[in-house]
T-cell receptor
Framework: QQQVKQSPQSLIVQKGGIPIINCAYE??????FPWYQQFPGKGPALLIA?????SEKKEGRFTISFNKSAKQFSLHIMDSQPGDSATYFC???????????FGAGTILRVKS | DTEVTQTPKHLVMGMTNKKSLKCEQH?????MYWYKQKAKKPPELMFV???????INESVPSRFSPECPNSSLLNLHLHALQPEDSALYLC??????????????FGPGTRLTVT
């Protein structure tokens, strides 16, 4: 119940493509769903986040879609660029966000 | 400014050494966190401090000893580590938990190698 399942494990797209990363959860007590981007040798950077009362959120080229009934959420990267090549982690939080449960991560490569 | 700084960037230590990792933030956050991240894995929560008090210890071995001297600083004291403790150690901070501590901001990490 504490898990967040993330797929795919890795993803290769051409420049300009729209990679989609999916996450699913079981615990309906989760109330905050952030996405983090991590480059090699760096710490995770908060990319975008959503709460369950919203079905979609856009920030620049990044969009989260949230399906509360299905307990799924996904990250879409519009017009992907080689600089977007990184590992992406979805996460979910309990108890006012002091415990983040991370998905396993998706390694994205955008080919130029 | 959403910067969390960590020192050192890299650390190599023997199994009998004592060393410390340092984390600092000046965002006025009152919750601070230590995570451990192995290669190709997500971060794993180790400790949470809220208002300078330890609120969560995720059953971390006692060879890891956290300390929060003030609201801006977080230390992780290391002693008698094992080679399997080699990892990237990440610090994070957020608003106080009682204010809805949703956004956690991570530092760049300390790459620790135990020989």
């Amino acid at each position: 119940q504490q898990q967040v399942k993330q797929s795919p494990q890795s993803l290769i797209v051409q420049k300009g493509g729209i990679p989609i990363i999916n996450c699913a959860y079981e615990n309906t007590a989760f109330d905050y769903f952030p996405w983090y981007q991590q480059f090699p040798g760096k710490g995770p950077a908060l990319l975008i986040a959503i709460r369950p009362d919203v079905s979609e959120k856009k920030e620049g080229r990044f969009t989260i879609s949230f399906n509360k009934s299905a307990k799924q959420f996904s990250l879409h990267i519009m017009d992907s660029q080689p600089g977007d090549s990184a590992t992406y982690f979805c996460a979910a939080s309990l108890e006012y966000g002091n415990k983040l449960v991370f998905g396993a991560g998706t390694i994205l490569r955008v080919k130029s | 400014d959403t910067e969390v700084t960590q020192t050192p960037k890299h650390l190599v230590m023997g199994m009998t050494n004592k060393k410390s990792l340092k984390c600092e933030q000046h965002m006025g956050h009152r919750a601070m966190y230590w995570y451990k991240q192995k290669a190709k894995k997500p971060p794993e929560l180790m400790f949470v401090y809220s208002y300078e008090k330890l609120s969560i210890n995720e059953s971390v071995p006692s060879r890891f000893s956290p300390e929060c001297p003030n609201s801006s600083l977080l230390n992780l004291h290391l002693h008698a580590l094992q080679p399997e403790d080699s990892a990237l150690y990440l610090c994070a901070s957020s608003q106080a938990i009682d204010r809805g501590a949703y956004e956690q901001y991570f530092g760049p990490g300390t790459r620790l190698t135990v020989t």
